[in-house]
Structures are given as structure tokens and as C-alpha cells.
């Protein structure tokens, strides 16, 4: 049995060992979000940079400031769009490839999930220069193929309704990759057993699809749209690098706002919206839990 001495020194040697995370957890990680918490209560600017004495608490003026700021409640509307059309639209693509790969490769699985994965860590700057090619109004690629059967193509990127849900597609496109590997694996976690003896039941594909996989697959479908909710809801690559956030804010999100306001000095104002942000990751995945935490248990 150990000593009061030797585990005085053991704790020790292992809070030895933790110090420099935790040191350069509460410095880069702690440390600026209880900043920023501060900051959002703040006036803050960056003419306040040199005269930090000038600052007034303003409490939860900057908060009462979002809602009635009309590029908020655009971008508001354009995330939740994006969320609410994505997020269903990119997990309906990833399981559908995911049963595609289950069910009938087997040889070159491995070469064909690498392949729908590229696209999750390519670098966004790459994906763009594809994407715009593919979008250009002229001679774009998928004009082009509009043409060819009598159809006149819009310019995606600069039309205000076709923007955004260029947008979306993109994002699932590039996000599709993700979910795809997670439900393969989910898929053949699954026992073989189940499906053999729904098979000598007499059940069909479709009966299998509904009783057996998706009921199995609860706790990875919980899984992937908490993580694809939490992506999309800080959407902020795709406008940045292919709209701007244009044309006339249809592309605005959230996210791509609140980098807006910090370089325009606003840092009180931004950090609530940053925040506020926050607060909406949270309850959506509270609400994912709530929704699908019972039939996975």
C-alpha cells in the first residue's frame, strides 16, 4: 500500500507532466474566451487600443444592438437556410454512398471512400478555383452543358437566388466525404446475423433498410449531425473565398459577419455576436441529443 509520502509524489509527478497543457490551455484557450466574454459586455474599438482606460461597460447594449441590425438578422436568415438545407441534404448523400459502398464494393472500397474523402481535406482555396471554372456564366463547364440541350445558365455565384444554394451544394459536395466514412464505419459495426435472419423472415432490402440499419445506425446518425450542425452553423470559407458574403448579402453568414465586424474595429459588438453564435451551437446539439438520445439508448 503506498505512503502518504509516495503519493503525495506521484500526484506531483503527474501534475508535473500536466502543467504545460494546462499552462498553454488556460493562455490560448481560457484566457481569450473569458477575454472575449468580457470584451462583448465592452464598447470596445480599436480606437480604444491606446486609451484602454476609455472603455465603458455597455452590459448587454451590444446584444440588444444584434437584433435590430439588419446585416444580423440577413445573415441569421442565410445560415439557418444554409443549416436547415445542408445538414439534411449532406447526411441524405453521405448514408446513400455510405449503404452504395456497403452493400456492393468490396474490393475497391478503401480506393473509392479515399476518393469521396479528398474533397474534406483539400485546401478551400483549391476546391474554389475548381468550383469557379465549373460556375463560370460564359464558359463555365456547367453552362456549357446547359447549353448543349437549349438552356441558358445563370451566373451562380453573382445571381442573388442561385448563390446561396450554389453554396449549399458545394458545402455538401465537400462535407459529404466526412459522413460517408463515419456511417461505413457505423454500417459495418452492424452484425450480419440480423440481416440473415431478416432475410430468412422473409423481409425485403427496403424492410432490412427500415427495421434493422437505420434503428442501428441511431447513434452514428446522432453522431455525424451533431459534428455537420456545429460545421455549418460557423459556415465561413465557402463566402469568404467564392462571394464575398455577396451578391447584396445574400451569401452573408454568421460566422463571415462577426470576422467583418472584428476588422472593422468593432471587438465589443463582435465578440456578442460571436457569442450569440455560441449560444446557437449549443442549443442546436441539446436539441440533436434530445431528439435521438432516447432511441439511441
Do not use: C
Amino acid at each position: 500500500m503506498a505512503t502518504r509520502p509516495g503519493l503525495m509524489s506521484r500526484a506531483l509527478t503527474g501534475w508535473g507532466f500536466a502543467l504545460p497543457f494546462a499552462v498553454l490551455f488556460l493562455v490560448f484557450t481560457a484566457g481569450p474566451v473569458v477575454a472575449s466574454l468580457v470584451m462583448s459586455l465592452t464598447d470596445l474599438g480599436s480606437a480604444d487600443l491606446l486609451d484602454p482606460l476609455g472603455v465603458d461597460i455597455v452590459g448587454l447594449d451590444n446584444y440588444a444592438r444584434l437584433f435590430a441590425d439588419p446585416k444580423f438578422v440577413t445573415a441569421a436568415v442565410n445560415t439557418t437556410i444554409f443549416v436547415v438545407v445542408g445538414v439534411p441534404l449532406t447526411m441524405a448523400l453521405s448514408l446513400l454512398v455510405a449503404l452504395g459502398l456497403n452493400s456492393g464494393l468490396i474490393k475497391f472500397r478503401a480506393l473509392f471512400r479515399v476518393g469521396y474523402y479528398l474533397p474534406v481535406v483539400t485546401s478551400i482555396v483549391a476546391i474554389s478555383v475548381v468550383w469557379r471554372f465549373i460556375l463560370q456564366p460564359d464558359s463555365g463547364l456547367l453552362n456549357t452543358m446547359l447549353g448543349l440541350v437549349g438552356i441558358d445558365g445563370p451566373n451562380w455565384l453573382q445571381t442573388q437566388s442561385t448563390a446561396l444554394p450554389t453554396l449549399i451544394v458545394m458545402g455538401a459536395w465537400r462535407n459529404l466525404g466526412f459522413g460517408m466514412v463515419i456511417f461505413l464505419a457505423g454500417l459495418q459495426a452492424i452484425p450480419k446475423e440480423l440481416y440473415e435472419a431478416a432475410t430468412i423472415d422473409g423481409a425485403r432490402k427496403w424492410a432490412q433498410l427500415r427495421f434493422i440499419t437505420v434503428p442501428m445506425l441511431r447513434p452514428t446518425v446522432l453522431f455525424v449531425a451533431v459534428i455537420t450542425t456545429i460545421g455549418y452553423v460557423q459556415f465561413f470559407e465557402e463566402p469568404f473565398v467564392m462571394t464575398r458574403g455577396g451578391p447584396l448579402d445574400s451569401t452573408l453568414s454568421l460566422a463571415y459577419h462577426t470576422y467583418n465586424q472584428f476588422g472593422f474595429g468593432n471587438y465589443g459588438y463582435a465578440s456578442a455576436m460571436g457569442y450569440v453564435l455560441f449560444v446557437v451551437v449549443v442549443l442546436l446539439s441539446i436539441a440533436w441529443f434530445r431528439l435521438l438520445r432516447n432511441n439511441v439508448d
